[in-house]
Every structure is written in structure tokens, then in C-alpha cells.
């Protein structure tokens, strides 16, 4: 090292623990990505290793080294090279990320740390099913719209779409693509922070079906709890069900140790026996009911005028009533709801101050008011 | 809101001589290994709809133990037997209610029984 290096090796690497992995959503140092520092007057060469060769986000990891070094005092070179983990540090990384968390000491094989913070019964994590008696209910733009909501109010939320048959969240939230792959553990997409897992990413297209028996919907949910890194932050998944209480469900309630489960229905009084199963279900398996969600009430024909109410009155409240949970809201009819489903930008996000988005809001507020994540 | 549903704060090791169940709700519940495994509520146990109350005793060796006990999301405990049997999901409220062999539960089931109208419920099978 230089006599006229200004900064030591130290100082880079207490910098570089600002750098954080896009996908991972942890520091570069700590997934021990940093493999060599080297520094020569005014230069600083970092050689990074990625997590697999084709990391889509190899330009933004190299952009923010560059940029967080070149606030270093006397750094006026950055040089970062590029290198690819080997196999065995990748699992030694797969590991860390499932297991013990930072650094922990721990004698314990990787393959036993290998489990979702969310399986523990102490996970900080809310997970919170959606779910609804019959189908068309609007469940999974519920899901989309209290997520995003819940993510402008600064939550860090996942959405995992556990409606296998029938998935729509990618085009709902406006995600597609394949998720990444660091060996078994699948990356989540993301959408604004919101990261999201569903079928539909594994599929060749939008217009393929899945043609599958209860078995394989097991192993594809197990997989989405178990082997999707939804990172130990995150503070809050909402889990967008199928209608009804079949496979998917059972496996659910099976997998999670914790779970709240908000029903969705219409103010339809015809829906209400429907939507009681669903509860019924949750009370079997022991989650919590947190709360009714009403969904196409009354329908605003223009700015100020008298609601009309095309599925009739009072579903939600009279369903509430019976369960004896409270009713977390009432959400308008209004088209520009499905506009955004169907365009990808949930109305939360395209118009909050609609009377659309401002129930979304409120009934996300209420969710979190009532399953309210661990401070700290 | 649903009453809550009775849980185990304390589940005892399949290495001692009997299953041990403390509650959230302070009863202290005790099973023998065989009589549990009589009393397991899947399927091919019970059948699916004829209303068989539980296997013949006769049918389990006296020597059958648990190699180890899982929990099944937030509802109940799955053992895993020495026989290779592991399909039966025993939720909480089954065995809290159903198939306690404390004294105190034996007897008051056995009064319900006497009655008339016997209260065996259906295990809850999700």
C-alpha cells in the first residue's frame, strides 16, 4: 500500500457494507461478496463476486460500489471487476441467508437452517391469507391493492399468489419475468419494492394453464414458503388464495405456524353462507379471522351522486356480525378498480385519492392496526 | 371473533413413557403411546366415511412408540410412528377434548356417554 493512500482497507470495506444486493436485500459485505480490495493512491479496485453469472442486476451492484466509494475523501478511481461465486460459496451464501442470520457461531449444518424466517412461530413476519368463500369475489385485487398500500406507508411487503389455478397477480401488479434462481433458492420478483411470487413466473406464458393435481399444487406452495428468499425484513405477506377451502389451503394452513386471514366478500347476502366456510376453515386450523373486507359496494355513477348498489347492501357487515370480527371496509364499484387491475397499476398507486383508493387505504391501515408488526 | 383455540404451551419427548401435554388453558393432559395410535384420527385409520370409532387395539403391537412428534401448522401434532404410520393430524382440540386419558377427562366422558346421546365428536379433518 501507497504511503499516499488516503483511505485504508478498513475504511472501503466499512463503506462497501453500505452496498446492497438489489436481489438480497442485504450488504455486500455481509453475503461476503467483497473478495479483494486493493488500493493504489487515488484508486480503489474492488473485485465482487456475484451470486451466478447471469445476475440481472450486475450494472446497478457495480453503479452503487462505484458510486459509495467515490464519496470516500481522496478516492478519485473506482475500478470494480466482476466474478462469479463458486458453488461452494454459493451454498455457504444460501445458507447464511435460510440459517442463523449474521454471522451467528453456530456449529448447525446449512440444510437445518434451510427454512423461511416465516416457518418459525417467532417470525417478526405478519403473514395474512386472503381468502374468500366463492371465486370473482375481487379477492386477489384486494391482495394487490393492500399491499401496495401497505408499502407506501413504508412497510416491506411480499405478495405471494397462492391462487395457483386461477393466478393474476403478475399482470395485476404489473410484474413479469422470470424469478432468479441461486441454485434451489428463488428470488422474488419485485414491483416497487413489493416482491412478489406466483405461478405465472413460472410458466412459459400468460396463456398457459396449470393442469395440475393436489400434489403438485403442494409442492409448488411448500416451495413458495420454504425456498423463495422473501428476505427475514420483510414485515409483512399477504398470501392471495384460491377461492374456497380446498388443496391449497389445507396446505397452507399446514406449512404456516402464524397466520391472520381476512375474508373477502360481496355485499351480496347470498355470498355471506359461501363466505362463512372460509371462516369455518380458519377456525379449524386455528388462524385468526382479522377481519371482513367488502368488496363492489355501492357504485358511484358520478362525482358526488348517490351510491347504487348493483350486488345489494350489507354482506360484509351482516358477515362480520355473524363471525364476530370487525368489518375492515367497504370498497366502492368504480371501473378505474379493474382498469388498474387489468393495466398493472393498482388503484392505491394510480389514484389514491379516489373514493376507491382511499377504502383501499383505510382498510390497510385497519389491517395494520390490528396485526401490527413487532417494534423494532 | 372465534374462541380461541386451545394450544400446547409445553409437548412432551417421545422418550418417556407416556405422551405429556401441558395447555394454554392449564389442563395437564396424558396419553399412553398406544392408545394414541389407536386413536388416530386419519383416513386409513378411521375410513373416510363409515363412522368406524378407531382401529382394532389389537391390531397395534403393545410396543408402539413415536420417533418423533411434529406440529402441523397452528392446529395440531403429527407423530410419526415406529410402524411407519404418519398420515394421522391430531388437532389440538381433538386431543384436548376427545382422547385425554386423564382421569378427570375419562370420567367426564364417560358420564356424557352414560347421557344417552353419546357427544363422540368427528375429529376435525382439514
Same mark, same amino acid.
Given at each position: 500500500?501507497?504511503?499516499?493512500?488516503i483511505?485504508?482497507?478498513?475504511?472501503?470495506?466499512?463503506?462497501?457494507?453500505?452496498?446492497?444486493?438489489?436481489?438480497?436485500?442485504?450488504?455486500?459485505?455481509?453475503?461476503?461478496?467483497?473478495?479483494?480490495i486493493?488500493?493504489?493512491?487515488?484508486?480503489?479496485?474492488?473485485?465482487?463476486?456475484?451470486?451466478?453469472?447471469?445476475?440481472?442486476?450486475?450494472?446497478?451492484?457495480?453503479?452503487?460500489?462505484?458510486?459509495?466509494?467515490?464519496?470516500l475523501?481522496?478516492?478519485?478511481t473506482?475500478?470494480v471487476?466482476l466474478?462469479v461465486?463458486?458453488?461452494?460459496?454459493?451454498?455457504?451464501?444460501i445458507?447464511?441467508?435460510h440459517?442463523?442470520?449474521?454471522?451467528?457461531?453456530?456449529?448447525?449444518?446449512?440444510?437445518a437452517?434451510?427454512?423461511s424466517?416465516f416457518?418459525?412461530?417467532?417470525?417478526?413476519?405478519?403473514?395474512i391469507?386472503?381468502?374468500?368463500?366463492?371465486?370473482g369475489?375481487?379477492?386477489?385485487?384486494?391482495?394487490v391493492?393492500?399491499?401496495?398500500?401497505l408499502?407506501a406507508?413504508?412497510?416491506?411487503?411480499?405478495?405471494?399468489?397462492?391462487d395457483?389455478?386461477g393466478?393474476?397477480i403478475?399482470?395485476?401488479?404489473?410484474?413479469?419475468?422470470q424469478?432468479?434462481l441461486?441454485?434451489?433458492?428463488?428470488?422474488?420478483?419485485e414491483?416497487?419494492g413489493?416482491?412478489v411470487?406466483?405461478?405465472?413466473?413460472?410458466m412459459?406464458?400468460?396463456?398457459e394453464?396449470?393442469?395440475?393435481?393436489?400434489p403438485?399444487?403442494?409442492?409448488?406452495?411448500?416451495t413458495?414458503i420454504?425456498e423463495v428468499?422473501?428476505?427475514d425484513?420483510?414485515e409483512?405477506?399477504l398470501?392471495?388464495l384460491?377461492?374456497?377451502?380446498?388443496?391449497?389451503?389445507?396446505?397452507?394452513?399446514q406449512?404456516?405456524?402464524?397466520?391472520?386471514?381476512?375474508?373477502?366478500?360481496?355485499?351480496q347476502v347470498?355470498a355471506v353462507?359461501?363466505?362463512?366456510?372460509a371462516?369455518?376453515?380458519a377456525e379449524k386450523?386455528?388462524m385468526?379471522?382479522?377481519?371482513?373486507v367488502?368488496?363492489?359496494?355501492?357504485?358511484i355513477?358520478?362525482p358526488?351522486?348517490?351510491?347504487?348498489y348493483?350486488?345489494g347492501?350489507?354482506?360484509?357487515?351482516?358477515?362480520?356480525e355473524?363471525?364476530?370480527v370487525?368489518?375492515l371496509?367497504?370498497i366502492?364499484?368504480?371501473?378505474?378498480?379493474?382498469?388498474g387491475?387489468?393495466?398493472?397499476?393498482?388503484i392505491?398507486?394510480s389514484?389514491?385519492?379516489s373514493?376507491?383508493g382511499?377504502?383501499f387505504r383505510?382498510?390497510a391501515?385497519?389491517?395494520?392496526?390490528?396485526?401490527?408488526?413487532?417494534?423494532? | 371473533m372465534? %374462541?380461541?383455540?386451545?394450544? +400446547?404451551?409445553?409437548?412432551?419427548? &417421545?422418550v418417556?413413557? $407416556? !405422551? @405429556?401435554?401441558? /395447555? =394454554?388453558? #392449564?389442563?395437564l393432559?396424558?396419553?399412553?403411546?398406544?392408545?394414541?395410535?389407536?386413536?388416530c384420527?386419519?383416513?386409513a385409520?378411521?375410513?373416510?366415511?363409515?363412522?368406524?370409532?378407531h382401529?382394532?387395539?389389537a391390531?397395534? %403391537?403393545s410396543?408402539?412408540? +413415536?420417533?418423533?412428534?411434529?406440529? &402441523?401448522g397452528?392446529? $395440531? !401434532? @403429527?407423530?410419526? /410412528? =415406529?410402524d #411407519?404410520?404418519?398420515?394421522?393430524i391430531?388437532?389440538f382440540?381433538?386431543l384436548?377434548?376427545?382422547?385425554?386419558?386423564?382421569?378427570?377427562?375419562?370420567?367426564r366422558?364417560?358420564?356424557?356417554?352414560?347421557?344417552?346421546?353419546?357427544?363422540?365428536?368427528?375429529?376435525?379433518?382439514p
Amino acid at each position: 500500500m501507497s504511503s499516499r493512500a488516503i483511505v485504508d482497507r478498513e475504511q472501503v470495506l466499512e463503506a462497501l457494507r453500505d452496498v446492497q444486493d438489489p436481489e438480497l436485500h442485504k450488504s455486500i459485505v455481509e453475503l461476503d461478496m467483497v473478495k479483494e480490495i486493493q488500493i493504489r493512491d487515488g484508486t480503489v479496485s474492488v473485485d465482487a463476486l456475484l451470486t451466478i453469472g447471469a445476475c440481472p442486476l450486475r450494472e446497478t451492484i457495480v453503479a452503487s460500489i462505484e458510486e459509495r466509494l467515490r464519496s470516500l475523501p481522496g478516492v478519485k478511481t473506482v475500478q470494480v471487476s466482476l466474478g462469479v461465486m463458486t458453488p461452494e460459496q454459493r451454498q455457504a451464501l444460501i445458507g447464511k441467508l435460510h440459517g442463523g442470520g449474521a454471522g451467528a457461531p453456530t456449529g448447525a449444518p446449512a440444510s437445518a437452517g434451510r427454512r423461511s424466517s416465516f416457518l418459525t412461530a417467532e417470525s417478526a413476519t405478519r403473514v395474512i391469507v386472503i381468502a374468500s368463500g366463492k371465486g370473482g369475489v375481487g379477492k386477489s385485487t384486494v391482495t394487490v391493492n393492500l399491499a401496495a398500500a401497505l408499502q407506501a406507508t413504508g412497510r416491506r411487503v411480499g405478495v405471494m399468489d397462492a391462487d395457483v389455478y386461477g393466478f393474476s397477480i403478475p399482470r395485476m401488479l404489473g410484474v413479469s419475468g422470470q424469478p432468479t434462481l441461486i441454485d434451489n433458492m428463488i428470488i422474488p420478483l419485485e414491483r416497487d419494492g413489493i416482491r412478489v411470487m406466483s405461478i405465472g413466473f413460472l410458466m412459459p406464458s400468460e396463456d398457459e394453464a396449470v393442469v395440475w393435481r393436489g400434489p403438485m399444487l403442494h409442492k409448488t406452495l411448500t416451495t413458495f414458503i420454504g425456498e423463495v428468499h422473501w428476505g427475514d425484513d420483510l414485515e409483512y405477506l399477504l398470501i392471495d388464495l384460491p377461492p374456497g377451502t380446498g388443496d391449497v389451503s389445507i396446505t397452507l394452513a399446514q406449512t404456516l405456524p402464524q397466520s391472520h386471514m381476512v375474508i373477502v366478500t360481496t355485499p351480496q347476502v347470498a355470498a355471506v353462507k359461501v363466505a362463512q366456510r372460509a371462516a369455518k376453515m380458519a377456525e379449524k386450523v386455528n388462524m385468526e379471522v382479522i377481519g371482513i373486507v367488502e368488496n363492489m359496494s355501492g357504485f358511484i355513477p358520478a362525482p358526488g351522486a348517490d351510491p347504487v348498489y348493483i350486488f345489494g347492501r350489507g354482506g360484509g357487515l351482516r358477515l362480520a356480525e355473524l363471525l364476530g370480527v370487525p368489518l375492515l371496509g367497504e370498497i366502492p364499484l368504480d371501473p378505474a378498480v379493474r382498469e388498474g387491475s387489468d393495466a398493472g397499476v393498482p388503484i392505491v398507486l394510480s389514484a389514491p385519492e379516489s373514493p376507491a383508493g382511499r377504502a383501499f387505504r383505510a382498510v390497510a391501515g385497519r389491517l395494520a392496526e390490528r396485526v401490527p408488526v413487532p417494534a423494532g | 371473533m372465534s %374462541p380461541k383455540m386451545v394450544t +400446547p404451551t409445553e409437548v412432551g419427548s &417421545v422418550v418417556e413413557s $407416556a !405422551l @405429556r401435554i401441558l /395447555w =394454554s388453558d #392449564g389442563h395437564l393432559s396424558r396419553y399412553g403411546w398406544h392408545g394414541l395410535r389407536v386413536h388416530c384420527p386419519c383416513a386409513a385409520c378411521k375410513g373416510e366415511w363409515t363412522t368406524r370409532r378407531h382401529l382394532d387395539p389389537a391390531s397395534i %403391537p403393545s410396543t408402539i412408540r +413415536p420417533l418423533r412428534i411434529e406440529r &402441523v401448522g397452528a392446529y $395440531a !401434532l @403429527r407423530p410419526v /410412528w =415406529s410402524d #411407519g404410520h404418519s398420515t394421522g393430524i391430531y388437532p389440538f382440540n381433538y386431543l384436548r377434548h376427545d382422547i385425554c386419558e386423564c382421569d378427570e377427562c375419562v370420567a367426564r366422558r364417560a358420564a356424557a356417554e352414560i347421557a344417552e346421546q353419546p357427544t363422540a365428536r368427528q375429529p376435525d379433518r382439514p
